[in-house]
């Protein structure tokens, strides 16, 4: 009996791959069906499970997506401008698509882990189903299979999924875009397909702003190889550029149009424009490392494991051609990176003669390499969390290469040599990934030997023998063996709280990551909250801070409302101290907190402005409160916890003095 499905279904140009070249293929049929949708059913299971499974642990997740997702569900205005805070100060610093979803579910549901953090643990979810969808168009069903099967099992996926972080949401929309665009190369009205490819680019571009822009080259290249004629290519080319733009770029010139005065700041700008934004702190800022939009930290910095840049770090370690395998990153994402090697030129060869295949092969491939040299290269601030948009394409292009290699092996066994090398040089590599943290998941590294030991024995075997079937079960565990120590840093993202909610990695709890950007700090402590409701004199804004984290646990937790006058970093120029006086002359602020840390610490430490530091709206402001306000001791208010006696400044009455100051 025929063995099941690999390229089921395939719909092509050249129609369903010839059954000489893949021998594996049935004729199609209601068990095929069946058996197609068992298989996106048991992946998309998986994904559900990695990505809930003790979902409770991480609390209220990103505190500041949370803070702001608060401030939207309560006013459609704050929705539509993504403000941090209540009162529509200032907003986030990155696009508001995902924002909106998570806000509409929590202003149903009100705030908690599910109505917060869930929504993101769907979208990658759907994610790994339709990577599922689309490699299974051409490629069939094992090499689909396999696809959502690795970027299910993707550590740094998983710990992203697992968070309120806009990752999820734009990999989601990128991949749906490749499903659009790969229906208008068979579609006999590709324009509606290109349009709806497009739209979904700008959705992405929406959510992450230039990130999602990256990928652009590799939908050129695609256009250009699975369209036949120039005439085609140039035309369906500038109809999905066009549908990009279109569906990119009306909530922005929305904002930008709009006075400052009748909206939010836009928080991370430098001149209050969302086109700032784009280009500045979230576009050449994060590549250039030169500091645009309120600078941070450079990814420069080196660090073995245990360091900022190590395993648990929060940074993505120094630029270069090995980025990807530092200790920083190479744990989360990079334990297939030689099979993805191997499997590209698999994919290449086998599928050179079909044209749409061709294209698919290369809109893969190029989305690999194009956020791999972008991340490699980038000097700006540069997380390791950013990388899990590199493993939709690595995933596509592991199965579709395994998946060829199947039908190679059964023309030519000398492909087994490819094969044989595929696993020894990714395997070699696992092992290096795993001995940098030797007792975390230890007992993976010996099954991962002998696993990979029986498969080339199966494989000999199989050769020597002429039992083709054997060949499948040798294949079989050879990729189970290799996906074995990834899917266990993933698991271990179920079975802990997240170590730190702004800046995910998966794997083992080391390092100086602990301190999650206002997550478990005194910032979100109680008794101060309380003691600001106690004091609630009909303000808009209950605190005065300098950045975002000085106040996001106050708002995510307590629901206390906080202005964050320098935005995230605390670097942004949102307002003069003349405008302060003028809150404080209307009675829309009164207590300025000017103490705390920026990384979310709580309690004493003095510390005042944002992370920059330097002449900054912020630093202003809490320098003018300092002079002209009057501090909150324990002397003063006994029901003031201690922790923040003297960093508590009352400013109601001052707003002359403020002028002055």
Known sequence: MTPAV??????DDDGPAPISKVDLRRSGGSRDRINARVLIVGVSVVSLCMNTWGLAHNGLGNQYYTAATRSMAGSWHNWFYAAFDSGGFISVDKPPLPLWVTAIVVRIFGVSTWSVILPSALAG??????????????????????????????????????LNLPEPWMLLLLISAVWGLQRSFTSDRPLRWLVLSGAFIGLAFNTKMLAAYIVLPAFAAAVLLGVTT??????????????????????????????????????????????DLVVGYNGLGRVEGNGVGGGGFGGRAGGGPGGITGPGGVMGGSPGRYRLLSPAIGGQMGWLIPLAIFAAGVAIWFNRRSRVRRAGVAMWIGWTLLYSYIFSIAGGTFHSYYTSAIVPGLAAVIGIGVASMVPLVRADTRWLLVAAAALIATADLQLTLSDRQPAFYGWTRPVLVIASAVAVAVGV???????????????????????????????????????????????????????SFGSKSSNGDQALAQWLLDHHTDETWDLVVANAQDGSGLTADQGVTVMAIGGFMGTDNSLTVARFAGFVAGGQVRYVQTGGFGFGGGGGGGRSGGFGGGNTAANSVIAAARAACTPVTAASDPTLPSAYSGQIYDCAGRAAALRTA
Do not use: C, K
Request: proline letters at 5%.
């Open 125 to 162: 979810v759907a994610a790994v189903a339709m990577l599922w969808i689309v490699v299974r168009r051409h490629f069939g069903v094992v090499a689909a299979t396999i696809s959502a099967l690795v970027l299910a099992l993707s550590p740094i996926n998983v710990a992203v999924n697992r």
């Open 461 to 515: 075997a199989a050769v020597v023998q002429h039992r083709q079937r054997q060949l499948l079960v040798a294949g079989g565990i050879a990729l189970a063996a290799l996906l074995v120590a990834p899917a266990a840093w993933a698991v271990s993202e179920t079975n802990n709280a997240v170590l730190n909610a702004t800046l995910p990695q998966a794997g083992p709890r080391t390092g100086v990551a602990g301190g």
């Open 6 to 11: 690999v390229l089921d279904e395939i719909v």
């Open 230 to 275: 120039w005439r085609r290519r140039i035309g369906h080319g500038a109809m999905l550029a066009a549908s990009v733009a279109v569906f990119s770029f009306p909530w922005i010139l929305i904002v930008d149009a709009i006075p400052a005065a009748s909206r939010p700041y836009v928080g991370g700008s430098r001149n209050n424009t969302v086109m």
